[in-house]
């Protein structure tokens, strides 16, 4: 028996529909497929331009030029211009001025083309980056109660980057208690010697060294003539000190009258309080000519006086 073609053709309909309901969830899968594989990239390249703007802020704050500036003009460099093409470039710059922060946020719309059909034309892509500017610590717990002369540094350039270590001794015994020559140290407290003077004992030195001072902070100011410990034989610093081997320690530099000339980062590699009282390490940066703050730590590496960039986000 034939069916009717009424029943046919709306049989047919009922198909029609229901392949153009395929069609559209097919097509719309296959958008969410393309478009949002075109999104992850679009999102990495903006990701690579702020963390460059980020960067580029933070130079241009610290040379002058401006950060909102220069991060716009490399963020524009890499493909996405503030106020054109419906991008976004935000900065914004906070913080004290030794520690600044640079932030870009960047907006741009990335156009689909499958997805369209979903009423999805396009979506907003947004990347975040921030860059710290500045010096990373002014204040610098656990500066070491160490002193060399600024001759182990000729012109101020110490011999970084050795593979084998020095040995430094102690001044002799004697009233001479400022190390001089290029394989002399001291110990010191920091303590003013000009007009304020202080017990620079043993006891002040070792708490210095593994941080259990009482003292809080004292502001060491460049040329100050900084007291350093009575020469002699100092046999429990040594061992206090050996719990830093191995690691870098802030170093202050002085001249032949004692006056401080800025500090070092010294490779410490040993530290023996036997017959030979002696340490040994090499150092790992130049004499950076910058006041600094000290106060009790320990042996913690710090960096310190150096304008750096890094991004934090």
């Known amino acids: 028996m034939n069916e009717p073609k009424a029943t046919r053709s709306f049989e047919r309909g009922q198909t029609l529909v229901l392949f153009a309901l395929f069609l559209t969830a097919l097509v719309g899968f296959t958008g969410l497929v393309v478009d949002g594989s075109g999104t992850l990239v679009q999102r990495r390249d903006m990701q690579n331009a702020a963390d460059l703007a980020a960067m580029a802020g933070g130079y241009g704050y610290l040379n002058g030029t401006g950060a909102a500036a220069a991060a716009r003009q490399v963020a524009s460099a890499h493909g996405f211009t503030d106020s054109v093409n419906g991008a976004t470039v935000a900065v914004s710059v906070a913080g004290p001025s030794d520690a600044t922060t640079v932030t870009v946020n960047i907006t741009a719309p990335h156009q689909n083309f499958f997805s369209g ?47 084998s270590s020095h040995a430094y001794d102690e001044p002799p015994s004697g009233p001479q208690s400022i190390p001089l020559g290029g ?51 100092h046999t429990s610093l040594f061992n206090a000190l050996a719990a830093a081997v191995g690691t870098d320690i802030t170093v202050a530099m002085v001249d032949n009258t004692g006056a401080l000339q800025g500090f070092a980062m010294f490779h410490l590699t040993g530290s023996s309080g036997g017959s030979t009282k002696e340490i040994t390490g090499y150092f790992q940066s130049s004499i950076s000519a910058q006041n600094l703050v000290i106060g009790p730590g320990g042996g913690t590496p710090h960096f310190y006086g150096i304008w750096s960039i890094r991004l934090v986000n």
């Open 117 to 163: 059909v979903l009423g999805f034309s396009s979506w907003q892509v947004s990347t975040t980056a921030t860059s710290l500017a500045g010096i990373p610590n002014e204040v610098a717990g656990g500066a070491m109660p160490i002193i060399f002369n600024t001759d182990v540094c000729p012109g101020g350039t110490c011999p970084t980057g050795l593979i």
């Open 183 to 233: 394989t002399e140290f001291n110990w010191t407290v920091f303590c003013l010697a000009n007009g304020n003077p202080c017990n620079a004992n043993t006891n002040l030195v070792a708490g210095l060294i593994d941080g259990s001072s009482p003292t809080t902070q004292a502001v060491v100011d460049l040329n100050t003539i900084i007291d350093p410990l009575n020469a002699g034989a």
